[in-house]
């Protein structure tokens, strides 16, 4: 499947790099389930070290750069994206847990410092981090109510998330 998102198809080139397997979900079709609409994830990742992953992969900036301050470790989810990861979960079953990864583009290359797992794609550096998606529910806090996002401070988030390669 040709990845349009340069986030999601850097984190595909990872995977695909590690020869870790995985499936590609076609975004563009949301599934019904018990006459719900859910939004899709985007990869199954079929772990060697665990349970297997469904990945909702959240490209940001490293670091996000507004009105001339450099924000590091945005980590701003939707309420939509966590509420269907929770049910996706239910559906695959115990051997399956749903996973935010946290595909930062790197700025400036003196960043990769301060991340494990770091892929050149497309002529920039992209770093991976998760955290699983129930974990950050359960520490999340509202950023925006019109937006319906939250997030976790980033001293706590920096202190839950893990290498991508931690869980494969």
Do not use: C
């Not at 590609?24 to 992953?53: I, M, P, Q, T, W």
């Not at 490209?59 to 701003?76: C, I, L």
């Not at 980033?154 to 390669?165: G, I, K």
């Amino acid at each position: 499947m040709k990845r349009t998102i340069h986030y999601e198809a850097a984190f595909e080139s990872f995977l695909r790099e590690r020869g870790t397997p995985y499936v590609a979900v076609d975004e563009a079709k949301r599934a019904l389930f018990g006459g719900v609409s859910l939004k899709s994830f985007d990869f199954v990742v079929y772990s060697r070290s665990g349970v297997n992953l469904l990945v909702d992969v959240k490209g940001r900036k490293f670091p996000y750069v507004t009105r001339g301050q450099h924000r590091y470790w945005e980590n701003w989810v939707d309420d939509e994206d966590l509420r269907n990861l929770s049910t996706w979960e239910e559906v695959f079953g115990r051997d399956f847990q749903s996973m935010l990864v946290f595909t930062y583009a790197l700025g400036d290359p003196r960043h990769a410092a301060s991340f494990t797992d770091v892929h050149s794609f497309r002529d920039e550096l992209y770093a991976f981090v998760g955290v699983p998606a129930e974990l950050y529910a359960r520490h999340s806090r509202r950023r925006s109510p019109s937006w319906q996002t939250v997030h976790m401070p980033t001293r706590l988030f920096r202190e839950l998330l893990a290498p991508v390669s931690a869980y494969l």
